[in-house]
């Protein structure tokens, strides 16, 4: 007799199994031009995903536009996870599932909303390979990695907020240009 528990078990594992379910739809209900374009671009996709990743090379780039089937393996033996990216197969084909869905509701609101809300598409939150950093002082630092990249020189802000030393500078050279204008003024009115 099965336990309770072995049960709940095979009853998580099929609902996982559900949630972690790619979209699915039939290939022949798309054109041809539009799945060779598909693949095209999860072709191009890959190894720009996989340049973010060390050794920086593709081993595996191929897509089959007849099945809408994809492989993308990575220089390190690692297959990226192309469905958190645009311009993916996986992206085209959950747009496309969205597409069938807002379709099969035959003009129900609600049911057209769910369908693009509850199933959303591409780069929802995809894995950052290598990092930003903006910085507002130029320092020197040992645990910054070579895949930093800094997007703000010394002095540059990312907000409005300044502190002392930049107020004072901006402060100064808006008074060297009243200066300035002062002198040319009074020159211009001895004349």
Known sequence: MP???GMFVATAAILIG???ADY???????PRSTRESWCSDEK????IICQQMEPRTTLVNDCDADELTYGCLCGNNKRPNVSE???TLPYFICQEWGNQCVKACKGANQC???????NRCGASNPKKYNTTSTSTEATASQTDSSDTIYTNGPGGSVSGSHNGATAALEAGSKYSLVL???AMFAGFAML
């Open 44 to 47: 191009t996709t890959c190894p």
């Open 18 to 20: 559900i949630a972690n």
């Open 112 to 118: 057209a909303a769910d369908c693009r809300e509850k």
């Open 180 to 182: 300035v204008l002062t």
């Open 24 to 30: 699915y739809i039939e290939p022949s209900s798309v």
């Open 85 to 87: 990216y645009s311009l």
């Open 3 to 5: 336990s309770f528990r």
